[in-house]
């Protein structure tokens, strides 16, 4: 048998708006009030409908996380994996349900689906552009911002310092004793940021690092790593760098397996390092130098703001970059 609102309302006692103020979370209702309802509904076995209870409350308690990355996929992804994976927690926590989709830069298709299913605030991710971020605020749908950057004022963004990252790594190669670094960049614009951060202080500290020196790969995995090395191997050899500085680690295991296969000891003849510190840098043989990023505080982070922005709290819209921390392992060592 289906029941209702009046069929609980009866049965504990209560008006109908006291139910519907306890199933909504919204509004007033008293701790007996409360208790009452609860046990009514257990009673009853009552479950509130999504669609009723959406209507009664103005919210889904859905929220829509898109990740902007069409080059490889999300859920087995050793970065946004464990992003998403911490989002899953902290929404589960927070009571709400999450629907997950990847995307192109400039695609509409994921939003549009999750605007049709009534989210009530998106979490995006990645690469993002400034023309869907302006699709979005016609909706007037909160939203934060993971790991890009929009051009507006009133928005969240939670991002990784990126170009300190890479003058870290620039400072750790230089100090021990390289000069000739040669760098595999991804091109998406973290990892621009973390290239021109490197670039930047290496040369500052007086390294060499021409412009032929900087191999730019479409993508940023394991496969663009090995592949990018093998089509320049000639020119990287006539270069004779003495450490290779890749923008993420998946890039840098890439390369590190193409040298290994050469006869290449690292970090003896070569010195190579990485970015994201993701499980598998410190599990690789020899163990990847990298930076270390939070994903699993950047994630839960988006959430936290993500439902102040739902309860419509006062919040401040800031950008809030996460600080960089070195982590040297056995794929680095003096030249």
Not at 112 to 123: A, L, N, P, S, W
Not at 130 to 143: K, L, R, S
Not at 260 to 266: M, N, Q
Request: charged letters at 25%.
């Amino acid at each position: 048998m289906s029941y209702t609102i009046k069929d609980i309302a009866l049965r504990a006692g209560v008006s109908k708006s006291t139910v519907s103020r306890v199933i909504s979370g919204k509004g007033f209702a008293s701790q007996e009030a409360r208790e009452k309802v609860f046990k009514a509904m257990k009673e009853l076995q009552y479950k509130p409908n999504a669609l009723a209870r959406a209507m009664v409350s103005q919210r889904t308690n859905n929220i829509g996380v898109v990740v902007y990355h069409p080059h490889a996929s999300i859920a087995s992804h050793p970065f946004y994996g464990k992003m998403i994976d911490a989002i899953l927690h902290k929404a589960k926590n927070l009571n709400y349900s999450v629907f997950v989709a990847t995307d192109e830069g400039k695609s509409l298709k994921s939003v549009d689906y999750m605007v049709e299913k009534r989210v009530d605030g998106f979490i995006l991710i990645s690469g993002l552009r400034q023309e869907v971020a302006d699709y979005i605020d016609q909706f007037h749908i909160p939203y934060v911002t993971v790991n890009t950057s929009v051009e507006k004022e009133n928005v969240v963004q939670l991002v990784h310092h990126d170009f300190k990252g890479g003058t870290y790594i620039a400072e750790h190669l230089y100090q021990l004793g390289h000069r000739r670094v040669f760098v595999i960049s991804g091109s998406q614009e973290n990892h621009r940021l973390r290239l021109e951060g490197f670039r930047r202080r290496i040369r500052e500290l007086g390294g060499e690092m021409a412009e032929e020196d900087v191999h730019v790969s479409s993508s940023s995995t394991f496969a663009d790593g090995y592949k990018g090395l093998s089509n320049i191997w000639n020119y990287f050899r006539s270069r004779k760098p003495t450490a290779l500085f890749a923008t993420n680690d998946m890039l840098a295991m890439g390369a590190m397996k193409f040298l290994l296969e050469k006869g290449i000891s690292i970090p003896d003849d070569i010195a190579v390092a990485g970015f994201d510190d993701i499980d598998y840098s410190s599990v690789f043989h020899p163990s990847l130098t990298t930076v270390h990023i939070d994903q699993t505080k950047m994630g839960e982070d988006a959430v936290s703001w993500l439902d102040r922005l739902i309860k419509k709290e006062d919040v401040q819209k800031v950008k809030i970059e996460y600080e960089p921390t070195l982590v040297v392992r056995e794929s680095t060592a003096k030249c």
